[in-house]
């Protein structure tokens, strides 16, 4: 929508082929329906490694400034939370709705329900070529083609089956492997997790052997079967890419991470004291979420009854300990229909500048088809942004 905005803009006669019976059906879910559409703290380093130097130099083309004044011009006043961007109205919607207006006040064609299957390239000379869109439906001919197929993650309604690779892999383009990406994980079935659902601020780290590959801080959720919450789907790009190689790996968590080790020392002396008829239970209620301490009791196969007077001191600091280090080993993420965005996808090897791809002057590719996720936060959506505006101003040259 955005592509087709600035070529149309700039005078271009743009069709926008969308195989939903909606536009923008992923956009009005974002940000829990309220469009986390960017982020003042934005640079590279929120993106996946391998994408990092080439959304530098994007981003400088086309960055948070130049989209907070396109959502000006469509009339949608943006607000910042603590730097985390989202429109006014506090509603996902009323984005969609100002890009169909625009649409349409443009004049853009905008064709439903047709899936795009394929595009041919006509050579018309060495380097002029001109290309046939095939749908379910109809056949168009272009002289211009931007891919926004989007890619795999997002709900069933959103439509996000992947098309985008097997088109671009007719254009002989390569795909990177894919992943899903800002998504929670199952942990292993025999791992004890709380009964109810929990929220909580932590601190995790995910660790393969004796390796740390992500750490990260935030309120952490537990969920019947596994962990989610923003500080796990901050390290799920790269988690994920372990597990889905068979890898072993394990959470830990620190349910205490304002504490040093000082404060923890002096919290543990006081709460020693405490040792004396009442029960486990007892002692516990207090020190931390009841059904996190029922968890904890369960996995150090204890008794919820005893007393604690029955409980030698070292016990007492192990328990502890297991408050600032309980392991979780981990099987699979949730899966892309969880999935905010996914990981992998066109290499960005093949992608240009402007947004072209290689060996084809006229087709464009954006977004999340390309083999870029960025972190929760707004990264994605500006990426969107970017890369769609960068292609339809290129487009219409
Ligand atoms: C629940 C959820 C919440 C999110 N929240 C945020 C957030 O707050 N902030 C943020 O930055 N990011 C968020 N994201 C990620 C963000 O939505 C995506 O990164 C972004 O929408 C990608 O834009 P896109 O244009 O590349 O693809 P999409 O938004 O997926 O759009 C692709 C469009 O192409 C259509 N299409 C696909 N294949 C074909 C075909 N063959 N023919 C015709 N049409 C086709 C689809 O129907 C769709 O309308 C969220 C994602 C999810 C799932």
């Known amino acids: 929508m955005c592509a087709a905005i600035y070529a149309a803009r700039n005078g271009a006669e743009v069709t926008l082929i969308e195989k939903n019976s909606q536009l923008g059906k992923k956009l009005s879910m974002t940000g829990n329906g309220r469009c986390n559409l960017s982020n003042m703290n934005m640079n590279e380093k929120m993106y996946n490694p391998a994408a990092e130097k080439r959304i530098k130099q994007w981003l400088s083309v086309y960055g948070v400034l130049d989209v907070i004044n396109f959502f000006k011009s469509l009339g949608i006043v943006v607000k910042s939370e603590d730097g985390y961007l989202y429109p006014m109205s506090g509603q996902a919607s009323t984005v969609v709705t100002a890009f169909e207006n625009e649409l349409k006040r443009l004049g853009v064609s905008v064709v439903y329900n047709e899936q795009v299957k394929s595009v041919k390239v006509h050579k018309e000379s060495?380097?002029?070529?001109?290309?046939?869109?095939?749908?379910?439906?109809?056949?168009?001919?272009?002289?211009?083609?931007?891919?926004?197929?989007?890619?795999?993650?997002?709900?069933?309604?959103?439509?996000?089956t992947g098309d985008g690779y097997y088109i671009c892999k007719q254009l002989g383009l390569s795909v990177k492997d894919t992943f899903p990406a800002l998504v929670g994980f199952k942990c292993d079935e025999n791992e004890i997790m709380p009964e109810g659902g929990v929220r909580c601020t932590a601190e995790i780290s995910f660790h393969l052997g004796n390796e740390v590959i992500a750490s990260e801080y935030g309120e952490l959720q537990f969920v019947k079967d596994g962990i989610s919450g923003i500080p796990v789907m901050q390290a799920s790009s790269k988690v994920v890419r372990f597990l889905s190689e068979g890898k072993p790996i394990v959470a830990a968590v620190n349910f205490f991470p304002d504490h040093d080790e000082g404060d923890f020392l002096s919290l543990e002396k006081e709460m020693l004291r405490l040792r004396d008829d009442r029960s486990l239970k007892e002692f516990l209620n207090g020190f931390y979420n009841s059904n996190i301490n029922?968890?904890?009791?369960?996995?150090?196969?204890?008794?919820?009854?005893?007393?604690?007077?029955?409980?030698?001191?070292?016990?007492?600091?192990?328990?502890?300990?297991?408050y600032r280090n309980c392991k979780i080993r981990l099987k699979e993420s949730y899966g892309y229909q969880q999935a905010q965005v996914t990981?992998?996808?066109?290499?960005?090897?093949?992608?240009?500048?402007?947004?072209?791809v290689k060996d084809h002057n006229g087709i464009f590719v954006t977004g999340e088809l390309a083999d870029v996720d960025g972190r929760c936060g707004g990264y994605n959506l500006q990426w969107a942004f970017t890369s769609g505006s960068i292609a339809g101003t290129v487009a219409s040259l």
């Open 126 to 160: 060495d380097d002029a070529e001109c290309y046939t869109v095939t749908t379910n439906n109809n056949a168009y001919e272009c002289d211009r083609v931007i891919l926004s197929t989007g890619a795999l993650a997002g709900a069933k309604s959103t439509m996000s």
């Open 294 to 322: 029922d968890m904890i009791i369960r996995r150090m196969k204890m008794s919820s009854s005893m007393k604690m007077k029955n409980i030698s001191e070292s016990m007492v600091l192990s328990i502890f300990d297991y």
């Open 343 to 356: 990981s992998g996808g066109v290499s960005l090897g093949d992608i240009r500048d402007d947004m072209t």
